[in-house]
C-alpha cells in the first residue's frame, strides 16, 4: 500500500523519537515479530523496548500475541492504526526534506 491510501501526510509526535521511529519502521517490514528478536534487531535492551512498545500499545500502534507453544514468548505486530500512523508520519518528514 502507497502512504496516500492511508490519508495525508501528519507529523507524530508520538512515534518521531529515535527509539519509537525504529521499532515502527522495523515492524513495518514484516507481519510479527517476537519481542527478544526485535530487541536484537534493534539493539535495544529489554526493559527499554518494553518502555516504548507500552507508549505504542496505548495508542493502538501495536499489539501483542502470546507464543502458543511457549507462553514466555510474545509476538509484536503494528496494527492497521499503527501502519497509518507510521506511514503519514514518513510522508510527513519527506515533505520536510524536499
Sequence with gaps: MSPKSYGPPAFND?????QRLMICAALDQTA???FDLLAK???MSAPT???HL?????A???AFRRD???SRRQWVELTPTGRSAFA?????????TT
Design 68 to 70: 502458543s507453544a511457549d
Design 14 to 18: 508520538l512515534i518521531h523519537p529515535r
Design 41 to 43: 534487531t534493534l539493539d
Design 60 to 62: 493502538h500502534y501495536v
Design 32 to 34: 510479527e515479530i517476537r
Design 49 to 51: 523496548l518494553s518502555k
Design 54 to 58: 507500552a507508549k505504542l500499545e496505548e
Design 88 to 96: 503519514r508520519h514518513v510522508a510527513a518528514l519527506r515533505e520536510l
